[in-house]
């Protein structure tokens, strides 16, 4: 069984400032990982994706990814926030088992304070 | 091209009733997936249809269905709703049902019981 683990439901950060918004996850196969947002009264939007190469995935909206396989991580950054990259933040799992078919973690809401 | 729809927006109703809740997917796309989303938690995963048969399921009790229809637009019914049933459901669309088929998702529709 796969699952994903969302260490930081709060992310305070001021304008302009970096950021990171960490993701662990746990799976017996090999795995596909999804980063989402989700402005308020909106559905979700897929902001990148690793499926295999290169460990480094840039997304939407200035924001990276970098997959750690020995580390079972899949932590999303972004250089420079603004105040619109307000919102929460969903990681996702997958494997071939499962194809699209999504686990999410809990969410890290991302607060850009000015 | 139109995306994701659901309806209703919002919802209320009293336990014990039952609902529907409508999905019209993206044009093209043969493959839905319904997912819950309780306040302040991630989506989870109810289950997928594939042209037109239930390809997957998550850990939903069998009160919780769906159908999918010829055009690909979907229904999600709930019997017997419990206080614990109120969430925002999601619909999401894609192409196809493998891990490389990007979900699209519609902005759901927010259930209340009461």
């Known amino acids: 069984a796969q699952s994903v683990t969302q260490l930081d439901s709060q992310v305070p950060v001021f304008e302009e400032a970096p950021v990171e918004l960490r993701c662990n996850y746990s799976s017996s196969v090999s795995v596909y990982l999804f980063w989402y947002v989700q402005y308020p009264n909106q559905g979700l939007q897929l902001l990148l994706k690793?499926?295999?190469?290169?460990?480094l995935v840039k997304g939407i909206n200035g924001f990276e990814a970098e997959f750690n396989k020995s580390q079972t991580s899949f932590h999303l950054r972004k250089p420079s926030v603004h105040i619109s990259d307000t919102a929460e933040y969903f990681c996702a799992v997958s494997d071939s088992r499962a194809g699209n078919m999504l686990t999410f973690g809990g969410g890290t809401r991302l607060m850009v304070k000015p | 091209e139109t995306g994701v729809t659901q309806s209703p927006t919002h919802l209320i109703k009293t336990r014990g009733q039952q609902v529907t809740l409508r999905c019209s997917s993206q044009s093209g796309h043969n493959t839905v997936s319904w997912y819950q989303q309780a306040l302040g938690q991630g989506p989870q995963f109810i289950f997928q249809?594939?042209?037109?048969?239930?390809?997957g399921r998550g850990n939903f009790p069998p009160r919780f269905s769906g159908l999918q229809f010829p055009n690909y637009s979907s229904e999600l019914n709930v019997n017997a709703l419990e206080l614990d049933d109120s969430a925002l459901y999601l619909c999401?669309?894609?192409?196809?049902?493998?891990?490389?088929?990007?979900?699209?998702f519609g902005p759901g529709t927010r259930l209340t019981v009461l």
């Open positions: 690793y499926l295999s190469g290169s460990t």
């Open positions: 999401a669309s894609s192409w196809d049902r493998g891990f490389v088929d990007t979900q699209y």
């Open positions: 249809y594939y042209r037109e048969e239930e390809n």
